[in-house]
């Protein structure tokens, strides 16, 4: 259970970062569709971005 909770707390900024953009995907799909999956493909698109952005804690 320890671990469970160190690994929540050391992920928290990505559990936010994706719990905003799924709040951004659903206010785009409320809106209508169209702009749902615009913004829902946009949204893939920055995460692909940040997720190549290398961390700096070493390795290749």
Do not use: Q
Request: aromatic share 4%; hydrophobic share 70%.
């Amino acid at each position: 259970m320890a671990n469970l909770i160190k690994l929540i707390v050391l992920n928290a900024p990505a559990i936010v970062l994706i719990a905003g953009f799924l709040l951004l995907a659903a206010a785009g799909f409320s809106v209508s569709l169209t702009v749902g999956l615009a913004v829902s493909g946009l949204l893939m698109v920055i995460l692909a971005v940040i997720l190549m952005i290398p961390d700096g804690k070493g390795g290749d």
